[in-house]
């Protein structure tokens, strides 16, 4: 079993999170599922009404007794939905996306009011420094080969640099995440846990349609590209953040031609909508990571906190040492090649 100080701090079992994916991304049961997993859920409430965020609180209650996450969004600055999400009194507020002139503070200080722990994702080390600053209790590092929306450095530097920046305050990583070899990575970077979205996606409880969760599967990873034509057709500025989208019939479509987008902007979003209802991910906006590559089958959201925690555990406590003793003792792994340590290489004839 892995336990890190921040799963004392937040009172879960084992250091995955769920993305808080808005927009229908997560759902109740999805949340529910990680939760009751060991893991942290967390549910995309921005864009939810008073009304939507109680019902759906109320579900995810009735699913689980675990602490659970509500994720918003506070360059949105909804204040009424997130006042609704503050009388839940949900174990954490996730916050992501904030305008530089936004006090976190303020945020910050209600979600502590109402007894919830804060986190907040960053892609930049100055706006995690803020975040910690203004009182943050855990640090998420987004490297930008996430899905969704994404800052522009990659996790493998992003999140040892947040991890110096905001000590002592416990960093998440996420981005690119999908199995046991990146929780384990993240550990190596200083991380204490992993943070996943797209995996999630591709999961029995996802509420995605099933033909997005095909395609999460089907995806060799290469496939996703960053790009603000999601943004451009739902009429939305994102402060500092392209979205990494699957490349699709729809972006392919209009990128290039982004000028044109604004001038459809209306239809097109509404033609996404659809799509989205009639389950055809070409023609809608479907945001997934790179990882998307290691993904290879829609299992339940347990198994995947499973998986993850046992793969983790097996490379840390087995594999890795093992490497360790061997370069110790000089023996070589089997099958390597060429010199082995202190050994010169053989001159060619
Ligand atoms: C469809 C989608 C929607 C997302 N919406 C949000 C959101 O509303 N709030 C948030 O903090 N992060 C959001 N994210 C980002 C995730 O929290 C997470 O950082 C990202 O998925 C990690 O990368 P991965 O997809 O490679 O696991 C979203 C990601 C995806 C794929």
């Not at 009388?87 to 303020?106: C, G, H, I, N």
């Not at 994702?121 to 080969?145: H, T």
């Not at 991910?281 to 906190?305: C, M």
């Not at 993850?308 to 890795?320: D, G």
Request: proline content about 6%; glycine content about 12%; aromatic content about 6%.
């Amino acid at each position: 079993m892995i336990r890190t100080p921040v799963c004392e701090l937040l009172g879960i079992t084992h250091p995955v999170f769920l993305g808080g994916m808005a927009r229908g991304n997560t759902a109740p049961r999805l949340v529910a599922a990680v939760s009751e997993a060991g893991g942290l859920g967390a549910l995309g409430a921005t864009g939810l009404s008073p009304r939507e965020v109680k019902e759906t609180c109320a579900a995810i209650r009735e699913a689980t007794e675990r602490p659970y996450a509500l994720n918003y969004l506070i360059f949105r600055s909804e204040e009424e939905g997130f006042a609704a999400g503050l009388a839940e009194r949900p174990a954490v507020m996730a916050f992501a996306w904030a305008r530089r002139e936004q006090p976190l503070k303020e945020y910050f200080g209600r979600a502590r009011g109402a007894g919830c722990k804060v986190m907040f994702m960053a892609g930049r080390v100055d706006e995690a420094r803020r975040a910690a600053e203004a009182g943050a209790d855990v640090i998420v590092a987004q490297g930008s080969e996430g899905g969704g929306h994404v800052g522009w450095m990659g996790a493998l530097a992003l999140v040892p640099m947040m991890v110096d920046a905001v000590a002592p305050v416990p960093v998440v990583a996420a981005g690119g995440i999908a199995d046991g070899r990146g929780l384990a990575a993240a550990l190596c970077l200083g991380a204490q846990g992993a943070l996943m979205g797209t995996r999630f996606l591709a999961t029995e409880e996802s509420p995605l349609p099933q033909a997005f969760k095909e395609v999460i599967v089907r995806s060799d990873g290469h496939d996703t590209m960053l790009t603000e034509i999601p943004d451009i057709a739902s009429g939305q500025v994102w402060p500092g953040a392209m979205a990494r989208a699957w490349r699709n019939r729809f972006i392919e479509r209009w990128a290039g031609r982004e000028w044109e987008l604004r001038q459809n902007r209306a239809e097109v979003f509404d033609a996404l909508q659809e799509a989205r209802k009639r389950g055809d991910p070409g023609e809608a906006s479907l945001l997934i990571g790179q990882d998307a590559g290691l993904i290879r089958s829609v299992v339940p959201a347990a198994e995947v906190v499973r998986r993850v925690v046992e793969e983790a555990e097996e490379i840390l406590s087995e594999r890795l040492p093992a490497l360790v003793r061997l370069s110790r003792s000089g023996e070589r792994p089997a099958g390597a090649v060429g010199p082995g340590p202190g050994e010169r290489p053989v001159a060619p004839e």
